[in-house]
């Protein structure tokens, strides 16, 4: 099982850029399915992007697509989310999560979650 940290969240004024970090540990993290999911205080945990194992197929929300792009790096153990165009309706803290079954939208379908990085948007 991988061990998740992300980095790269911070303070940013309306339409600034971001690139959020999840580095995992161990060596088997070029066969999980990764996931970000952002949450608002005081709201659910929401989908935002995610890559499958090889990262040859993306998924998208509909509230980012066109302004965040996920990718990863299996020799890094890394998966980044490129975040442009940033918006205060983006503030949230920002998670990423591993799955070695699943590659979707539905939060419960991973397993492992790093601790999140705070991003706030400024107008």
């Known amino acids: 099982q991988v061990q998740l940290v992300e980095s790269g969240g911070g303070l940013v004024l309306a339409g600034g850029s971001l690139r959020l970090s999840c580095a995992a540990s161990g060596r088997t993290f070029s066969s999980y399915s990764m996931g970000w999911f952002r949450q608002a205080p005081g709201q659910e945990r929401e989908f935002v992007a995610s890559i499958n194992w090889g990262g040859g197929s993306t998924y998208y929300a509909d509230s980012v697509k066109g302004r965040f792009t996920i990718s990863r790096d299996n020799a890094k153990n890394t998966v980044y989310l490129q975040v442009n165009s940033l918006k205060p309706e983006d503030t949230a803290v920002y998670y990423c999560?591993?799955?070695?079954?699943?590659?979707?939208?539905?939060?419960?379908?991973?397993?492992?979650w790093g601790q999140g990085t705070q991003v706030t948007v400024s107008s």
């Open positions: 999560a591993a799955s070695a079954l699943y590659y979707g939208s539905r939060w419960s379908g991973y397993d492992t």
